[in-house]
């Protein structure tokens, strides 16, 4: 056979192969494609009650219980214990879909306590609202995967048929109390005292709801405060009907006593007064029992016994724009604009600058138009109560490295007065390198790391 007979040969061969696809199966594609859409769609549709997922948005957070019951009309009734937003989420019904796109995926399409999750933390915080659909396993749960996460391999999801009971697991009851209590200081780490009523001892720690997460960071005895020690303990945590369950167990003596937590619930609500400020702020604090039935107070406090451990930890902290918070509410972009070119804060403490000389300083560092970088600190003299730190400010701000050609640096006046207030300016220990200074009276806070 001459080359060119091959040539043809072979192009009729390989253009016989690239035929339409669908002579190799009994239907269309499309057709395909919308009867596996149908078919998950009865799957999530079948269950009386529901699905039960245990929602971990990332794998160092905590977790989240979540109810769904899917609707033929396209609505899916979502129940959470996530309490932001006055228990939005609580109860929330919004439109779903299932589609195809290089594989089956279940949509939220309306804005959701996924999409909520979502958008914390600019969009990094690892939660989702569209998910690609795995398998069904033999039990018949669905399993689903993270679209667009950002960890590698993608978190899985499992739905789980909900029993009938399925809505007393969801936390809703004890969700209401820590938002309660953790709106009492505007703080962006709730900070709390749990104090045991038969035992001398109380336990400091702060909280992220959103990551779910629970640091013990210090203990004390209730009739001396001044005998202290460091506990340094964190766990996730869930939240389950009328209490708030520990993932890793707390199991530590101290002072002699022996303290194990499992879980913690909290009963009776009561409520107190924090004068520190002009206006008197109210203070929540409950009645309840940890899981050794030992009776416990839960209250919101500005007292953090390790607060001022971060004088010792490091003598150089930054914080990221970012990390500056205006009502619980990130500032950064007012900063920007009320500053130029500023790109974090910086705090000093005690920094060694040679020839003996410390510099005690808190100010921005600012990225000038030719590049050059400015230090612009308003120095202190310090004077440290227990976590409250009153700063005694020089009455102008220093610049250090370059000067600087920005003309509204005398904004950081601005962000240094609403730090410090009425010298109302508290310390608390988030975890090891991080602390949140807060000021209750003006509801700001700044989020400094060790960057030692």
Same mark, same amino acid.
């Given at each position: 056979m001459r080359p060119l007979a091959y040539i043809v040969l072979f192009t009729a061969i390989i253009l016989a192969s690239?035929?339409?696809?669908?002579?190799?199966?009994?239907? *269309?594609?499309?057709?395909?494609?919308?009867?596996?859409?149908a078919q998950l769609r009865q799957e999530l549709t079948a269950p009386e009650n529901g699905w039960l997922i245990e929602y971990r948005p990332e794998r160092s957070s905590g977790m989240y219980y979540v109810l769904l019951r899917f609707r033929d009309d396209g609505q899916v009734i979502i129940q959470s214990d996530l309490g932001a937003e006055d228990g939005r989420y609580f109860r929330d019904t919004v439109t779903w879909r299932v589609d195809n796109s290089l594989g089956l995926e279940l949509?939220?399409?309306?804005y959701s306590m996924f999409? %909520?999750?979502f958008e &914390?933390?600019?969009?990094?915080f690892g939660a989702e609202y569209e998910f690609n659909y795995v398998n069904k396993t033999p039990d018949n749960a669905l399993v689903f995967q993270s679209k667009s996460d950002l960890s590698r391999p993608r978190d899985i999801i499992v739905f789980v048929p909900a029993p009938p009971t399925a809505e007393t697991l969801l936390g809703t009851p004890i969700a209401q109390q820590l938002e309660r209590m953790g709106g009492d200081l505007n703080k962006v780490f709730p900070s709390f005292r749990l104090s045991y009523t038969d035992k001398d001892l109380?336990? %400091?720690?702060t909280m992220n &709801?959103?990551?779910?997460?629970?640091?013990?960071?210090?203990?004390s005895l209730k009739s001396n405060t001044a005998t202290r020690q460091s506990v340094n303990f964190s766990t996730t945590y869930y939240l389950k009907g009328?209490?708030?369950v520990l993932e890793t167990p707390f199991n530590r003596t101290l002072f002699g006593n022996a303290a194990t937590i499992r879980s913690i619930r909290l009963l009776d609500e009561g409520q107190s007064t924090l004068g520190a400020c002009a206006e008197p702020l109210t203070s929540h604090n409950y009645t309840g029992t940890t899981s050794s039935n030992e009776s416990i107070t839960l209250e919101s406090t500005l007292l953090d016994v390790s607060g001022n451990t971060f004088a010792q930890e490091s003598d150089f902290y930054f914080? *990221?724009?970012? %990390?500056?918070?205006e009502g619980g509410f990130s500032a950064v972009n007012r900063i920007t604009n009320d500053i130029t070119g500023a790109l974090e804060m910086h705090l000093y403490y005690n920094f060694e600058l040679g020839g003996g000389d410390k510099l005690f300083g808190i100010g921005f560092v600012i990225r000038n138009p030719d590049n050059t970088i400015t230090f612009a600190l308003r120095e202190f003299t310090p004077v440290l109560n227990d976590n409250q730190i009153i700063f005694n400010f020089e009455p102008d701000i220093s610049i250090f490295n370059a000067p600087t050609s920005a003309t509204n640096v005398a904004n950081i006046y601005t962000y240094l007065d609403a730090l410090t207030e009425g010298d109302q300016t508290y310390v608390f220990r988030i975890n090891t390198g991080i602390f949140e200074f807060h000021n209750p009276c003006t509801g700001w806070s700044f989020v400094f790391i060790d960057a030692n």
């Amino acid at each position: 056979m001459r080359p060119l007979a091959y040539i043809v040969l072979f192009t009729a061969i390989i253009l016989a192969s690239c035929g339409d696809d669908d002579e190799l199966f009994d239907t *269309p594609a499309d057709a395909r494609a919308a009867e596996a859409i149908a078919q998950l769609r009865q799957e999530l549709t079948a269950p009386e009650n529901g699905w039960l997922i245990e929602y971990r948005p990332e794998r160092s957070s905590g977790m989240y219980y979540v109810l769904l019951r899917f609707r033929d009309d396209g609505q899916v009734i979502i129940q959470s214990d996530l309490g932001a937003e006055d228990g939005r989420y609580f109860r929330d019904t919004v439109t779903w879909r299932v589609d195809n796109s290089l594989g089956l995926e279940l949509i939220f399409e309306t804005y959701s306590m996924f999409s %909520y999750l979502f958008e &914390q933390e600019q969009a990094t915080f690892g939660a989702e609202y569209e998910f690609n659909y795995v398998n069904k396993t033999p039990d018949n749960a669905l399993v689903f995967q993270s679209k667009s996460d950002l960890s590698r391999p993608r978190d899985i999801i499992v739905f789980v048929p909900a029993p009938p009971t399925a809505e007393t697991l969801l936390g809703t009851p004890i969700a209401q109390q820590l938002e309660r209590m953790g709106g009492d200081l505007n703080k962006v780490f709730p900070s709390f005292r749990l104090s045991y009523t038969d035992k001398d001892l109380a336990l %400091y720690l702060t909280m992220n &709801q959103l990551h779910r997460t629970v640091t013990f960071n210090a203990a004390s005895l209730k009739s001396n405060t001044a005998t202290r020690q460091s506990v340094n303990f964190s766990t996730t945590y869930y939240l389950k009907g009328d209490s708030l369950v520990l993932e890793t167990p707390f199991n530590r003596t101290l002072f002699g006593n022996a303290a194990t937590i499992r879980s913690i619930r909290l009963l009776d609500e009561g409520q107190s007064t924090l004068g520190a400020c002009a206006e008197p702020l109210t203070s929540h604090n409950y009645t309840g029992t940890t899981s050794s039935n030992e009776s416990i107070t839960l209250e919101s406090t500005l007292l953090d016994v390790s607060g001022n451990t971060f004088a010792q930890e490091s003598d150089f902290y930054f914080s *990221p724009l970012e %990390y500056v918070f205006e009502g619980g509410f990130s500032a950064v972009n007012r900063i920007t604009n009320d500053i130029t070119g500023a790109l974090e804060m910086h705090l000093y403490y005690n920094f060694e600058l040679g020839g003996g000389d410390k510099l005690f300083g808190i100010g921005f560092v600012i990225r000038n138009p030719d590049n050059t970088i400015t230090f612009a600190l308003r120095e202190f003299t310090p004077v440290l109560n227990d976590n409250q730190i009153i700063f005694n400010f020089e009455p102008d701000i220093s610049i250090f490295n370059a000067p600087t050609s920005a003309t509204n640096v005398a904004n950081i006046y601005t962000y240094l007065d609403a730090l410090t207030e009425g010298d109302q300016t508290y310390v608390f220990r988030i975890n090891t390198g991080i602390f949140e200074f807060h000021n209750p009276c003006t509801g700001w806070s700044f989020v400094f790391i060790d960057a030692n």
